[in-house]
């Protein structure tokens, strides 16, 4: 055997059995004429000591080994003189008898510690080294707890896993598909599903009325830290259920897995409309760790005063810093800097200081009486020590997400938006359609298959704008985790969806035919919802991207640094896919 025990479960009760460790060497010590080897496995450390007075070439063998070798030792348990309480195995050692070198290292380019010297684009360089890091191995770890208490919480609700296709058809209404050329049918080609959306409504079609899969997705999308071009979704349908049964069921769910990982008791989750999140904290995914919630403030200052910006603006709001009066004009300056950044868009800020001596100071105290600016403090419930931050614009909704921009500053600044606090909650009622100024009409905002509001059907030939969706998105601390909606089950309401977003009948029945088709079969009424794995697991583990929970990311450029991928392929590749390239460089 290479090893009968690993290097996180030896304990004190195990002393003086004989064991043999293998594992990687983490770091060694040489005091007079003992040497100390910490041997690191993905269990936990333990300490090894070889004794020159009881073995001399067994010690000067151990003294010849460098970080991150491979190594077999077989050795005595014994108590520690010197306890390490910061390890399991702390009250422990080795007292070493043999040693095996399985495998020499180079020295590594980073430390391999919970604190490295490596930089992102090494470590990403260098991912299977990264990966046997402590810190990092947890995450994986987590990921693994995660997707087994889904497993078995989807398995005791009836749900059957189901495996589809990764090399499907191009479905390009949503984000950009990822292509594969196809040899045995030249100038033709796959798509990497986006998601399994239109196969597990099959699967509705087909009787299997509770469906599931971790399953992988792909979209061509420009990335971010929450964002990669290939992502796992746990992804669920159901037939024969409303709105309240997906989301009573999902919501136990996160519950259990909030309970099994984190030991927190999800209450009841608020449902709140996609208006009133608009309107109340600028984004369809507010973060509730902290108020700050938003006042609309256009009759209070606009066409009240003499400041020309609030007087042409079409939306004025803020909201309330409580206890920040205080703020410098530094401070100040800097978040007006923030706001006008490109990636908020803001012309500027506004401030209105109520101080605690009961003075007011502002930057439009020259435009406004000091009636006016008591009036705001009214509006906004502003209290003495307070401090009300406000934008203005042309278009409302734009403004609003300015300013929740804005709000999330503040809540990072003032240490709000604690990662051990969890604040979920359920929006629904999202519109069924928003415009896409790229594409100069309007788009599905979930997909082209989501049930329309009942009540709101009569409205798509005219005001298709203003049709609700019967959809609704798993927000936890600000972040978007899963989403869902009811299906439309009915063909001729699919076609007329099909109609409201421009499809031609010949483009709907070459692209979504098959599905029109199975409709005809007696389709069942049915929902599905999805959460983002690697989101979730982020969240539960307390970082800042996604990265960090996926064994072999790509960076932010969509790029594989350790496989050096995506790149070229041999022209032998290309001849029998009957492809040529004519890049546009």
């Not at 950009?176 to 079609?205: C, E, H, I, W």
């Not at 290309?574 to 492809?579: F, G, N, Y």
Request: net charge negative.
């Amino acid at each position: 055997m290479y090893r009968t025990s690993t290097c996180g479960e030896l304990r004190l009760s195990d002393a003086g059995k004989e064991v043999t460790l293998a594992g990687w060497v983490q770091r060694s010590r040489k005091m007079g004429g003992m040497t100390f080897v910490d041997l690191r496995d993905r269990y936990g450390i333990t300490q090894l000591v070889f004794n020159e007075a009881d073995d001399a070439t067994l010690c000067g063998d151990a003294n010849k080994l460098g970080r991150e070798y491979c190594i077999q030792v077989n050795g005595i348990v014994s108590e520690r003189q010197s306890k390490n309480s910061k390890i399991p195995t702390g009250d422990i050692e080795i007292i070493a008898k043999g040693l095996k070198v399985l495998s020499p290292s180079l020295t590594p380019p980073f430390t391999i510690e919970d604190n490295t010297d490596g930089g992102d684009d090494l470590r990403m360089k260098y991912r299977y080294l990264d990966l046997r890091r402590e810190a990092v191995r947890k995450n994986l770890e987590l990921r693994h707890r995660m997707t087994i208490l889904i497993r078995n919480f989807l398995d005791s609700q009836k749900f059957m896993e189901v495996e589809t296709p990764i090399l499907i058809g191009s479905t390009p209404e949503g984000a950009r598909d990822f292509v594969v050329p196809s040899r045995m049918n030249p100038g033709q080609f796959y798509a990497l599903p986006q998601s399994p959306q239109t196969l597990k409504q099959l699967l509705m079609v087909a009787g299997f009325d509770r469906y599931f899969q971790i399953a992988k997705c792909f979209r061509d999308e420009d990335l971010r830290a929450d964002r990669q071009p290939e992502f796992t979704q746990i992804d669920c349908e159901m037939s024969f259920v409303d709105q309240d049964d997906v989301i009573n069921l999902f919501e136990e769910m996160a519950r259990h897995l909030f309970r099994e990982i984190r030991g927190v008791e999800l209450p009841k989750l608020e449902q709140m409309t996609w208006h009133d999140a608009m309107k109340r904290f600028g984004s369809d995914k507010p973060d509730l760790r902290f108020g700050m919630e938003f006042v609309e403030l256009m009759d209070d200052l606009k066409g009240t005063g003499s400041f020309s910006v609030f007087d042409e603006a079409a939306y004025i709001g803020g909201f309330v810093v409580p206890r920040y009066a205080d703020y410098s004009r530094k401070q100040l300056n800097e978040l007006t800097d923030f706001v006008k950044r490109p990636q908020v868009g803001a012309h500027g800020l506004v401030f209105i200081k109520y101080n605690a001596d009961g003075t007011v100071k502002s930057s439009i105290d020259k435009f406004y009486t000091a009636e006016q600016l008591q009036k705001v403090k009214e509006t906004t419930g502003a209290k003495d020590g307070d401090l009300v931050l406000i934008l203005s614009g042309d278009n409302a909704n734009k403004t609003r997400i300015q300013l929740c921009s804005l709000r999330l500053e503040m809540g990072d600044r003032l240490g709000l938006r604690d990662k051990n606090v969890f604040k979920c909650l359920w929006i629904v009622d999202f519109p069924l359609f928003e415009w896409s100024d790229e594409e100069q009409r309007l788009m599905a905002t979930h997909h082209p298959f989501t049930m329309p509001n009942p009540d709101d059907i009569p409205l798509l030939d005219e005001h298709p704008e203003q049709v609700r969706a019967k959809a609704y998105d798993f927000v936890c601390n600000g972040i978007e985790v899963g989403g869902g909606s009811l299906r439309i089950h009915d063909t001729q309401l699919q076609e007329k969806m099909f109609e409201v977003l421009g499809f031609t009948p010949e483009r709907a029945e070459a692209q979504f035919g098959f599905l029109m088709n199975a409709f005809k079969y007696g389709a069942p009424p049915h929902a599905g919802l999805a959460f983002g794995l690697d989101r979730f697991v982020s969240i539960l583990a307390g970082l800042d991207s996604i990265r960090d929970c996926i064994a072999f990311p790509k960076n932010n450029s969509g790029r594989d640094v350790m496989l050096d991928a995506p790149s070229m392929i041999d022209q032998k590749q290309l001849d029998e896919l009957e492809i040529k390239l004519d890049l546009k460089l």
